[in-house]
């Protein structure tokens, strides 16, 4: 052997997934790839998402886990909780209490919610208050079209709201100052430069005809809204409102190799965890899917990964599919479960390549990333998967033909950020995140390599069928 075959035997070198499959895996990636662009347009919310995946898991043959009274290998039920996050299950083959294999990702993204009393008329226009959710740049929200989703409670129902997506209709606007008057705050830091408080969205410019009301534009709004969805201004104080970025998601590249568009953190995990649940058939272990709201926050409330949802549901499966579930049973289970978090990681970036360690990065267009620990600096809010269970999901990889790559988030002193999988280990699973490496990540238009969300469906599937 030649020391250049020594060297290429011994040494560890990522690849480009482009190279290494032929082309029929690169027509099932881009049929994936258009499946996933569509699952991005109709799930720009939480609440939009688990209505999309209930609808595939429905048409994927799995029932509501309330509907049925027992279990047995090979059903596929599913289970929504409060309307923003779900679990799927695939029945396996084996003792449950042996464990089950679970793929978990998030469902919410960095967007703008409106404020509970958010309508008010200045200078001539109409505007929403807004507060920002999880962590985005606040400079990226000004001057690009904007998006209204959400629900609202009134006297005669609940109503679904959708403004700013099909053709023809409006979008909306937060401004900026123009650069001629910008000089006090170009010279702030960009942290400072737009403040929380000036994140209104322009929604109306046109008075109501009226000699009895001052605040006519107000007064014009709140009588399209009455006359559209019954609502008054008090529904605002009910409803969950958000904001968000108009348009569809879209091809990037002049080859077409990047996907381009809003919420792919975390969605591009959680669309290629349904698709990897919805192929299998039979499976040894129980397979898991589970889509958790939240995240982008630290995970708490009813529907977050805090919660004790997943934990309710996996006790139903087992008490249905054994007619008992006691706490040892269900400890048992836990206890010898595996999980893949799926959640992205931040792709190199060639503009910025200062802030990553090269060695121990992720690069688009090497494959799903394998990220051992997340956290911030001395690993701080960081679940650390064991050298046993990280050389288990390699193998797993490396059998089943996925190409991977493992990497931080960034230089250890630069920044960080955490997932659902310490909330997960805290319950006593093995866990490790798995997902797909992003560009731009919590921008309003992010980017990710069409074969790594291929290679990051390949790893779900792979992982729910051989460990």
Known sequence: MTDKELFEDLSYQRKNVYEEIDDAAKAEMNALCEDYKNFLDRGKTERECVIEAVRLAEENGFVPLDKVT??????????????????????GSEDITKGVNIVGAHIDS???????????????MALLKTHYYGGLKKYQWTALPLAIHGVVITESGSKTITIGEEPGDPVFCIT????????????????????????????AGMPAPSDEVKEKVKLAVLKLLNEKYDMKEKDFQTAEIEIVPAGAARDV?????????????????????????????????????????????????????????MQMMIAEIVEKLTGACSVTAINRVITNTACMSSDVNAAVDPNYESVYEMNNATFAGCGVALTKYTG?????????????????????MDDNGVIWQTGELGKVDQGGGGTIAQYVANLNMDVIDAGVPVLSMHAPFELTAKCD???????????????
């Open 253 to 309: 590249g002049l080859d077409r190799s990047f996907v381009g568009a809003y919420g792919q953190d975390d969605r591009v995990c959680a669309y290629t965890t349904l698709r990897a649940i919805f192929g299998i058939e039979n499976p040894k272990k129980t397979a898991v899917a589970f889509l958790a709201d939240k995240e982008e926050i630290g995970s708490m409330g009813n529907t977050g990964s805090q919660s004790a949802f």
């Open 110 to 124: 960095p967007r703008l919610d409106l404020k509970q009393n958010p309508l008010y008329e200045k200078t001539g």
């Open 70 to 91: 027992s279990l047995k290998p090979g059903d596929k039920v599913y289970a929504v909780n409060r309307k923003k996050n779900i679990l799927a299950a695939v029945i």
């Open 176 to 203: 900026d100052l123009l650069p001629h008057l910008a000089k006090d705050q170009m010279s702030k830091k960009m942290t400072e430069g737009i403040e929380a408080e000036n994140m209104n969205v322009l929604i």
């Open 453 to 467: 969300v291929y290679m990051a469906y390949r790893a779900y599937n792979a992982f729910y069928m051989n460990r």
């Open 376 to 396: 911030a600096r001395g690993k701080y809010d960081s679940s650390d998967a064991s050298a046993e269970f990280v050389y288990e999901m390699r193998k797993i």
